[in-house]
Every structure is written in C-alpha cells, then in structure tokens.
C-alpha cells in the first residue's frame, strides 16, 4: 500500500517538475507575439494603434525598445510555471481517474479519454490561469509612458486594493469557457498526433519518439487549442484589459462584450490579433511538450 502511495506521489512530482520546465520555454518563445496578440485584440476600434502584426512588431520596437515585447513577462513566467505544473499535474491525475474507472490501470487510455481527461485538467487549471493573465493583460496594454502599474507586484496589488478577490478574479467567466475546451483539444491533439507518428516509427515506446516528432505534436496542439477557442479568447482579454473599477467598465459581462464585438466590428472582430496568436502557438507549445517529454524522461 505504501509503495503505491509513493508511486503516486513520485509520478505527480515529476509531473510537477516537467511541467514548470516546459513552462518556461513556452514563455521565453510565445511572449513577445503574445504581447503583439493582446494589443492588436485591445485596441480602440475606431481609432487603431496598429495596422496590422508587423505594424504592431515595429512601432513596439520603436517606440518601447525591443523588451518592450516582452512587457509584463514576469506574470506568466512565474505564473506559467506554477499553471503547467498544475495543468501536467491535474491530466496526469485526470489520466488516472480515468483509468482506474474504466477498470484497466496499465492499460493506454483512447483518445477520446485523454481528450477528456484534458478537459478535465482546464477546468482546474482556468482558477490559476485567471489572475496570471489578469495581470499579464493589464500590463501589456500600458503603451509607451503612460503607466498605471509599476510592476506586476504593484498590479497585483492595486486590483486586490480596489477589487479584492473579485478583482483578481475578473475574466474567469471566459477563462474557464475557454479552458475546458480548449486544453481537451490541446492534449487530444497531441496525443493523436504523437500516436500516429509512433504507430509508423517502429519504436517501443511513446518516449522513445525523436524531439521533432513531439515538437510537431506540440505545434499541432497549440494550434488546436487557439483555433478552437480564439473568438472567446477576443473575449476575455478586453474583459481583463477592461477597468477594475466597475464603475468605468466598458462590458457588463460576457454576453455584453460579445454583443459589442460583433456589433461594432462584426466576426472579423473575435478574430483580431490571430495571425501572432497562430505564429506563437507553434514554437510555443514545441518548445513547451518537447521540454516536458525530456524532463519526464530523465527523472523516469
């Protein structure tokens, strides 16, 4: 009973571990198109910043030198790491759930249930995931001088000032619409993918797979997880660039804001930002389940 118990904690830890290491690399890759992405979603619709991605890239550069890509980096660096921790912690234990209610533990679970078990992990992950990208949001549309946070510490600290839990908490709504969904698709379609490439490679193991096959089914993820979720993302990045001070919100809630999306800008407007959104999804999550199968496999 013993052994069990410490086969279970060993295998969550590793999880732990693994995940904050493909965290890392997935935000030192994603940020700067990432930061192009929630500008191009939160600009004024009759009075544009940008022109486009490559407008957005250079007249960020020119004006806010190049680490001015990387602005509110620190949350999601830190934030990452603690949410693919709990995002690779929460499906290995959904994985387990599941295998031991469909009576076979050492036995690969489908598709379709490593989908859910995904499912699964956002849910968990979307209570993590809010305030990270909160404050990531808030910080990232602060252009050139005119700041209102000092630091992502001084964000979290105002918003927790003004709002309290609920203030921290703005945008979840959207976060978990997004979240559920979106991480099915994520792991579904990197299992698929890497599963296919295993059927073919003759190699008796999934973690014997070369580190380009997995980027591949990373990137395939990544792009699954965004073409899927994207206009609900349009979202929830005005809802958390939105003011923290009910009184000077521009949306009531998600139904508002969509209402105003489309009546204002039509579908086009839940797609804005998605050309850097689709660049950085493939790098990112390359980097991201590439690092995660490589620490997996060393502390095995």
């Given at each position: 009973?013993?052994?069990?118990?410490?086969?279970?904690?060993?295998?969550?830890?590793?999880?732990?571990?693994?995940?904050?290491?493909?965290?890392?690399?997935?935000?030192?890759?994603?940020?700067?198109?990432?930061?192009?992405?929630?500008?191009?979603?939160?600009?004024?619709?009759?009075?544009p910043?940008?022109?486009?991605?490559?407008?957005?890239?250079?007249?960020?550069?020119?004006?806010?030198?190049f680490?001015?890509?990387?602005?509110?980096?620190?949350?999601?660096?830190?934030?990452l790491?603690i949410?693919?921790?709990?995002?690779?912690?929460?499906?290995g234990?959904?994985?387990?759930?599941?295998?031991?209610?469909?009576?076979?533990?050492?036995?690969?679970?489908?598709?379709?249930?490593?989908?859910?078990?995904?499912?699964?992990?956002?849910?968990?992950?979307?209570?993590?995931?809010?305030?990270?990208?909160?404050?990531?949001?808030?910080?990232?549309?602060?252009?050139?001088?005119?700041?209102?946070?000092?630091?992502?510490?001084d964000?979290?600290?105002?918003?927790?000032?003004?709002?309290?839990?609920?203030?921290?908490?703005q945008?979840l709504?959207?976060?978990?619409?997004?979240?559920?969904p979106?991480?099915?698709?994520?792991?579904?379609?990197?299992?698929l993918?890497?599963?296919?490439?295993?059927?073919?490679?003759?190699?008796?193991?999934?973690?014997?797979?070369?580190?380009?096959?997995?980027?591949?089914?990373?990137a395939?993820?990544?792009?699954?997880y965004?073409?899927?979720?994207?206009?609900?993302?349009?979202v929830?990045?005005?809802?958390?660039?939105?003011?923290?001070?009910?009184?000077?919100?521009?949306?009531?809630?998600?139904?508002?804001?969509?209402?105003?999306?489309?009546k204002?800008?039509?579908?086009?407007?839940?797609?804005?930002?998605?050309?850097?959104?689709?660049?950085?999804?493939?790098?990112?999550?390359?980097?991201?389940?590439?690092?995660?199968?490589?620490?997996?496999?060393?502390?095995?």
């Amino acid at each position: 009973m013993t052994d069990k118990h410490e086969s279970h904690l060993m295998i969550a830890l590793k999880d732990i571990l693994a995940g904050s290491i493909g965290g890392v690399g997935q935000v030192l890759t994603g940020h700067p198109l990432d930061t192009i992405k929630v500008r191009l979603q939160t600009q004024p619709v009759g009075a544009p910043v940008y022109s486009g991605t490559m407008d957005c890239l250079k007249k960020t550069i020119a004006s806010e030198g190049f680490w001015g890509l990387y602005k509110g980096v620190q949350s999601p660096l830190v934030g990452l790491s603690i949410m693919n921790s709990v995002m690779f912690l929460s499906y290995g234990q959904s994985k387990s759930f599941l295998q031991e209610l469909r009576g076979n533990t050492h036995k690969e679970l489908s598709v379709q249930d490593l989908t859910i078990a995904g499912s699964m992990a956002g849910f968990t992950i979307a209570f993590v995931e809010g305030p990270v990208d909160l404050f990531k949001s808030q910080m990232q549309v602060q252009y050139g001088d005119k700041k209102q946070y000092n630091g992502i510490m001084d964000c979290a600290k105002k918003i927790w000032q003004t709002r309290g839990i609920r203030g921290i908490y703005q945008g979840l709504g959207p976060t978990l619409i997004r979240d559920v969904p979106a991480n099915g698709a994520y792991f579904g379609f990197y299992e698929l993918t890497r599963r296919a490439f295993f059927q073919n490679s003759g190699k008796k193991s999934l973690t014997e797979l070369e580190s380009w096959k997995v980027m591949v089914a990373g990137a395939v993820g990544g792009v699954s997880y965004w073409t899927l979720t994207y206009p609900i993302d349009c979202v929830k990045s005005l809802i958390q660039t939105d003011a923290i001070n009910p009184i000077e919100r521009r949306y009531s809630g998600v139904i508002d804001c969509a209402q105003k999306i489309y009546k204002q800008q039509g579908i086009s407007g839940f797609y804005k930002g998605f050309t850097p959104c689709f660049l950085r999804a493939i790098p990112a999550n390359a980097a991201c389940f590439v690092l995660y199968e490589k620490a997996r496999a060393i502390m095995a």
